[in-house]
């Protein structure tokens, strides 16, 4: 059973960067492919990002350019760096890990990850 923690939120200026971290308890984190999706209230949870167990990285066409997915599987982390912030990138941020590979397709959708953190708050003010 994983345990998935994130944090790193908080509030910045249009313009502005974070660097949202999710740490995992449990064994082999390593083989874990592991996902960023927000969400905001009345909306359904987007995909952000994505990063699997070799490194490939794939990100959401809203973000690209701004945002970046890696791993240190040392640390059990992975991380979100979020640059050129915009308003509309306000919204909980959630981690979510799943055993395995998620191909094209299965990655953009929330209910392929079996874990879950909890969130966290990221504002962005103009």
């Known amino acids: 059973q994983l345990q998935l923690v994130e944090s790193g939120g908080g509030t910045a200026q249009t313009g502005g960067s974070l660097r949202l971290s999710c740490t995992v308890s449990g064994n082999s984190f390593s083989r874990y492919a592991m996902g960023w999706f927000r969400q905001t209230p009345g909306k359904e949870r987007e995909f952000v990002a994505h990063?699997?167990?070799?490194?490939?990285?794939d990100v959401a066409d809203s973000v690209r350019g701004r945002f970046t997915i890696s791993r240190d599987n040392a640390k059990n982390t992975v991380y979100l760096q979020m640059n050129s912030l915009k308003t509309e990138d306000t919204a909980v941020y959630y981690c979510?890990?799943?055993?395995?590979?998620?191909?094209?397709?299965?990655?953009?959708?929330?209910?392929?990850?079996?874990?879950w953190g909890r969130g966290t708050q990221v504002t962005v003010s103009s």
């Open positions: 990063i699997e167990r070799d490194d490939e990285t």
């Open positions: 979510a890990a799943q055993g395995g590979t998620l191909g094209i397709v299965m990655r953009y959708d929330p209910e392929k990850y079996r874990y």
